[in-house]
């Protein structure tokens, strides 16, 4: 499943963003306040909404109020998501839009929350999934979809709460195929926030397949490829010694008290030295790598600013990691204040935010005349960005 196209309204600084054929790595630079880190939180926003609901979803970011766009808590929050995915052997162009709204006692509910895409190659999309304040149908026929509307069948429910999601019962269903591929693709999605502070602790035994959000798993997951894929952790321990000159083992150890530690070997040194001494880029470039060699990558990923505590010169090699992830994993948006890591990015991939009004405009940089021309007569995009030429530029859609 691939995003294509994404819509935001109503969303704090995100009062009307669209982005059109999105690609498989995308990258979103500007100035600190342009919007970035809300772009996402939609995510996050969204994961929670599912494991959750709405209501304590908005909760966690401030409330309805906080969230919804300074001046506009009288509009619903729009989120509409267009992705690709196969049903009955036919790729379909599918569409999930939410809306969310506060009724008079300010209480969230969902205004609306439908799944569509088109039946054939003309007319109009068909709604597949549509609910309202707790109530709507699901198709549960969807692979009769070429068959008149009277064939399909209509399973109509009434969900325990109006701030429920439909895809979140619905979707463990395989019967409903769009709702369970949407769920399952956010339910898997990752939205890093990473912390270095928890990625050097110590954890108790157990099992994890999958690195944490906060990276707070990483010696579980390290431990976890050792004995179950010893082919990506040699993957992986390849490439860490080539960005990490010096070091040349990882490993763990199980302590008396039933808890793992990293253990990090430097040549230089008889014995090894255990995470929390080893310096944060040492830590960061790991946690990447086995997040990015993950035997079952996630279908989304999205990473702020990966540029922090990394030595510049392995910036580039990170923007490459990033992008094969991309081509065999998944989707993955980053954002970035580094004109380094923007040097390594290609101008399809690139996006410029800006406030103007109070309000976030997303700009596709490949769209920008003078900037593709920049480009096309040598120079990178981080040059250009030190310099304020994609600040001043004039920008088109």
């Given at each position: 499943?691939?995003?294509?196209?994404?819509?935001?309204?109503?969303?704090?600084?995100?009062?009307?963003?669209?982005?059109?054929?999105?690609?498989?790595?995308?990258?979103?630079?500007?100035?600190?306040?342009?919007?970035?880190?809300?772009?996402?939180?939609?995510?996050?926003?969204?994961?929670?909404?599912?494991?959750?609901?709405?209501?304590?979803?908005?909760?966690?970011?401030?409330?309805?109020?906080?969230?919804?766009t300074r001046g506009h808590c009288n509009?619903?929050?729009?989120?509409?998501?267009?992705?690709?995915?196969?049903?009955?052997?036919?790729?379909?162009?599918?569409?999930?839009?939410?809306?969310?709204?506060?009724?008079?006692?300010?209480?969230?509910?969902?205004?609306?929350?439908?799944?569509?895409?088109?039946?054939?190659?003309?007319?109009?999309?068909?709604?597949?999934?549509?609910?309202?304040?707790?109530?709507?149908?699901?198709?549960?026929?969807?692979?009769?979809?070429?068959?008149?509307?009277?064939?399909?069948?209509?399973?109509?429910?009434?969900?325990?709460?109006?701030?429920?999601?439909?895809?979140?019962?619905?979707?463990?269903?395989?019967?409903?195929?769009?709702?369970?591929?949407?769920?399952?693709?956010?339910?898997?999605?990752?939205?890093?926030?990473?912390?270095?502070?928890?990625?050097?602790?110590?954890?108790?035994?157990?099992?994890?397949?999958?690195?944490?959000?906060?990276?707070?798993?990483?010696?579980?997951?390290?431990?976890?490829?050792?004995?179950?894929?010893?082919?990506?952790?040699?993957?992986?321990?390849?490439?860490?010694?080539?960005?990490?000159?010096?070091?040349?083992?990882?490993?763990?150890?199980?302590?008396?008290?039933?808890?793992?530690?990293?253990?990090?070997?430097?040549?230089?040194?008889?014995?090894?030295?255990?995470?929390?001494?080893?310096?944060?880029?040492?830590?960061?470039?790991?946690?990447?790598?086995?997040?990015?060699?993950?035997?079952?990558?996630?279908?989304?990923?999205?990473?702020?600013?990966?540029?922090?505590?990394l030595y510049p010169k392995l910036l580039?090699?990170?923007?490459?990691?990033?992008?094969?992830?991309?081509?065999?994993?998944?989707?993955?948006?980053?954002?970035?204040?580094?004109?380094?890591?923007?040097?390594?990015?290609?101008?399809?991939?690139?996006?410029?935010?800006?406030?103007?009004?109070?309000?976030?405009?997303?700009?596709?940089?490949?769209?920008?005349?003078?900037?593709?021309?920049?480009?096309?007569?040598?120079?990178?995009?981080?040059?250009?960005?030190?310099?304020?030429?994609?600040?001043?530029?004039?920008?088109?859609?």
């Amino acid at each position: 499943m691939k995003i294509e196209r994404i819509h935001i309204k109503n969303f704090r600084a995100l009062y009307d963003v669209e982005l059109r054929d999105v690609p498989s790595l995308a990258v979103f630079v500007g100035e600190n306040g342009s919007g970035k880190s809300t772009l996402f939180n939609v995510f996050g926003f969204l994961k929670d909404a599912l494991k959750n609901n709405v209501s304590t979803a908005l909760q966690v970011i401030g409330g309805f109020n906080e969230v919804a766009t300074r001046g506009h808590c009288n509009e619903p929050i729009v989120i509409e998501i267009q992705f690709r995915m196969t049903i009955s052997n036919v790729e379909r162009l599918v569409t999930y839009r939410l809306e969310i709204f506060t009724d008079e006692h300010g209480i969230p509910f969902i205004q609306r929350e439908i799944l569509r895409y088109k039946r054939g190659r003309y007319g109009s999309p068909f709604h597949f999934l549509d609910f309202n304040k707790g109530r709507g149908y699901a198709i549960s026929n969807e692979e009769d979809f070429d068959k008149p509307d009277e064939a399909l069948t209509k399973d109509e429910q009434t969900l325990e709460s109006s701030n429920i999601l439909a895809i979140k019962g619905l979707g463990q269903f395989q019967r409903f195929k769009a709702a369970s591929a949407f769920r399952s693709l956010i339910e898997n999605w990752h939205v890093s926030d990473f912390h270095i502070t928890a990625a050097r602790q110590r954890v108790e035994a157990g099992v994890a397949e999958h690195l944490s959000e906060s990276g707070d798993n990483l010696p579980l997951v390290t431990r976890n490829l050792y004995e179950r894929d010893s082919e990506t952790f040699a993957q992986i321990l390849k490439k860490f010694r080539e960005r990490i000159p010096g070091m040349s083992e990882v490993t763990t150890v199980v302590t008396q008290d039933g808890h793992v530690l990293l253990r990090f070997q430097d040549g230089s040194f008889k014995d090894p030295f255990i995470a929390r001494y080893v310096s944060d880029g040492t830590i960061k470039m790991f946690a990447y790598l086995v997040l990015l060699h993950d035997p079952n990558p996630h279908p989304f990923l999205c990473i702020e600013e990966p540029e922090n505590q990394l030595y510049p010169k392995l910036l580039g090699a990170l923007v490459e990691e990033l992008r094969d992830y991309a081509k065999h994993g998944g989707q993955v948006f980053v954002s970035t204040h580094s004109p380094d890591v923007l040097n390594h990015v290609e101008i399809d991939e690139a996006f410029f935010l800006k406030k103007e009004n109070g309000a976030t405009k997303v700009h596709r940089l490949a769209a920008d005349k003078q900037v593709k021309a920049l480009i096309d007569a040598g120079d990178k995009l981080g040059w250009l960005w030190n310099q304020d030429l994609l600040e001043r530029s004039n920008h088109t859609t």
